[in-house]
């Protein structure tokens, strides 16, 4: 029975994302499914914690575990957004911070130390650890697998280990990441691609029932914004810049996956009457 919920959902997923005309190819052509293949991925240097970088071999006991690649049909099964669901791949340690720095001098309308981080789709927890190299008030990770949630929350704890400094209160949330509560501080939601835009337009419904149609201290960095046009067209919300965010020579070899080019979106929360004398977006570069 197992092995027929799989072929099951493998077949709704594929439908999902690539289609009937497609999905038949592959089944009548290659007597198989189109789901993305696993890729062996090497460990990121980024895992090697203080505790293991000298010993060689590294400990992998002694090591967070952030790296790889896992297909979205391998996710959030039992779900009902499970259909909806991304891959799951971390972004390169330059580029966060790059993106950070880029946010950063937009500027937010508050003071850093005033803003919870929230990663919507947080996976192994990566970008919760590398946000907790910055003075935010709190920081939040949400992710709807199960098992990444758990693995997020035990990188945390390693994490909080090494780290010479205190750190800002930080937690990891097993739960579905368009309902998310917000904290009732000013908040920057981050988005690593993690979802399906069907899950992206809940999430904004999700927001305007939260937020009304006031300005609210809220910016949205969406990274490889494949929903970007619900975004653009959303009343209350408006772009402030979309880029392609630096990324240094060694993450670009360490993750196969990463485009160089990858965009990333930003977006504030000004309300409808602030939108709407808004002529048109404004693109800070």
């Keep these: 029975m197992s092995h027929l919920r799989n072929a099951l959902f493998q077949t709704r997923w594929s439908l999902r994302h690539y289609g009937l005309r497609t999905t038949l190819k592959s089944v009548l052509t290659h007597h198989r499914l189109p789901v993305p293949p696993s890729l062996s991925y090497p460990t990121h240097p980024f895992d090697l914690s203080p505790g293991s970088v000298s010993a060689t071999p590294p400990d992998p ?3 967070l575990d952030t790296s790889g690649f896992i297909p979205a049909h391998q996710l959030a099964r039992g779900n009902s957004q499970s259909l909806n669901t991304t891959a799951y791949h971390a972004i390169p340690p330059s580029r966060f911070r790059s993106l950070m720095a880029r946010w950063i001098a937009t500027p937010p309308i508050e003071p850093l130390s005033r803003y919870t981080f929230i990663d919507l789709g947080c996976g192994k927890g990566r970008a919760v650890l590398l946000a907790t190299q910055l003075p935010f008030l709190s920081i ?5 697998d199960s098992t990444l949630a758990r693995i997020a929350a035990q990188n945390l704890t390693h994490w909080q280990h090494t780290q010479p400094h205190p750190l800002p209160p930080t937690r990891i949330l097993c739960d ?10 000013p908040c920057v939601l981050y988005l690593y691609n993690p979802f399906h835009p069907t899950v992206v337009a809940q999430l904004l419904d999700h927001l ?6 006031k300005p609210a201290p809220l910016d949205i960095l969406y ?15 408006q772009h402030l810049w979309t880029e392609s965010i630096p990324i240094s020579a060694a993450d670009a070899a360490a993750e196969p996956i990463t485009d160089v080019q990858d965009l990333c979106s930003a977006y504030r929360w000004v309300g409808t009457s602030a939108k709407l004398s808004v002529t048109s977006p404004t693109n800070i570069s």
Excluded: K, M, W
């Design 140 to 144: 939040l990770g949400i992710e709807l």
């Design 223 to 237: 990274f490889t914004p494949a929903a970007g046009s619900l975004f653009a067209a959303h009343p209350c919300l």
């Design 61 to 63: 006991y002694n090591q």
């Design 208 to 213: 305007r029932l939260t937020l009304g149609d």
């Design 176 to 185: 579905d990441a368009a309902a998310v509560a917000l904290p009732g501080t």
